[in-house]
């Protein structure tokens, strides 16, 4: 059975870095792209980055470029999301996601999805 679980959120001053990863099991996902969205409180669940597993193409909000990165490890069963500089307002849940096509900034383009991990930026 397919399934994505997310992990490395916590509470981090501004300024600092954090590393969020997803582990996915489930054959479906080697032809999929992976995607990171993330939730603010009562905000709409926004697209992040995504990236295909087979190239490792990327593709990310034009906002978020050169502070966050997101890559694939090496055994392609977990993708990161590195983000540096971080600001009270990237306080969200982040959520690992999967979709068919590629790429695609939509949610309704993604038919897995994790459960979320908190990631908390202090001023």
């Known amino acids: 059975q397919e399934q994505l679980v997310e992990s490395g959120g916590g509470l981090v001053q501004a300024g600092g870095s954090l590393r969020l990863s997803c582990a996915a099991s489930g054959r479906a996902f080697s032809r999929y792209a992976m995607g990171w969205f993330r939730q603010a409180p009562g905000k709409e669940r926004e697209f992040v980055a995504a990236i295909v597993w087979t190239t490792g193409r990327t593709h990310y909000v034009d906002s978020l470029k050169g502070r966050f990165a997101v890559s694939r490890g090496s055994a392609k069963n977990t993708i990161y999301l590195q983000m540096n500089s971080l600001k009270p307002e990237d306080t969200a849940v982040y959520y690992c996601?999967?979709?068919?096509?590629?790429?695609?900034?939509?949610?309704?383009?993604?038919?897995?999805w994790g459960q979320g991990t908190q990631v908390t930026v202090s001023s």
């Open positions: 996601a999967a979709s068919p096509r590629f790429p695609s900034s939509w949610s309704k383009d993604y038919d897995y």
